[in-house]
Nanobody, 124 residues
Framework: QVHLVESGGGLVQAGGSLRLSCAAS????????MGWFRQAPGKEREFVAG????????CYVDSVRGRFTISRDNAKNTVYLQMNSLKPEDTAVYYC?????????????????WGQGTQVTVSS
């Protein structure tokens, strides 16, 4: 298990950018695939992006592909989500998650270790 803490959320105008960070505790961070999810009010939690343990593979939900970029720095035990060209429909609580089944970064059901979430609000 790793302990995950997200940061970087906030209020931004449509078209703006934010970078979310997720800091993980423990010495085994590099053995986890990592992902970002989000949950808007009244909606189910949605997979946004995933990255494999070494960073070689990434995947995105169609609605954010080309606007969001997931990356990781294993030396800093941190995963990032760079969000550009933000839209009001991106408004949600964003969660960082870990998946210990390597090379399954694009399998949302395998994520079982969650952070507390950070709010992102995009105004029109």
């Amino acid at each position: 298990q790793v302990h995950l803490v997200e940061s970087g959320g906030g209020l931004v105008q449509a078209g703006g950018s934010l970078r979310l960070s997720c800091a993980a505790s423990g010495r085994t961070f590099s053995s986890y695939d990592m992902g970002w999810f989000r949950q808007a009010p009244g909606k189910e939690r949605e997979f946004v992006a995933g990255i494999s343990w070494g960073g070689a593979r990434t995947c995105y939900v169609d609605s954010v592909r080309g606007r969001f970029t997931i990356s990781r720095d294993n030396a800093k035990n941190t995963v990032y989500l760079q969000m550009n060209s933000l839209k009001p429909e991106d408004t949600a609580v964003y969660y960082c998650a870990a998946n210990k089944v390597k090379n399954n970064a694009c399998s949302p059901a395998l994520y079982d270790n969650w952070g507390q979430g950070t709010q992102v609000t995009v105004s029109s």
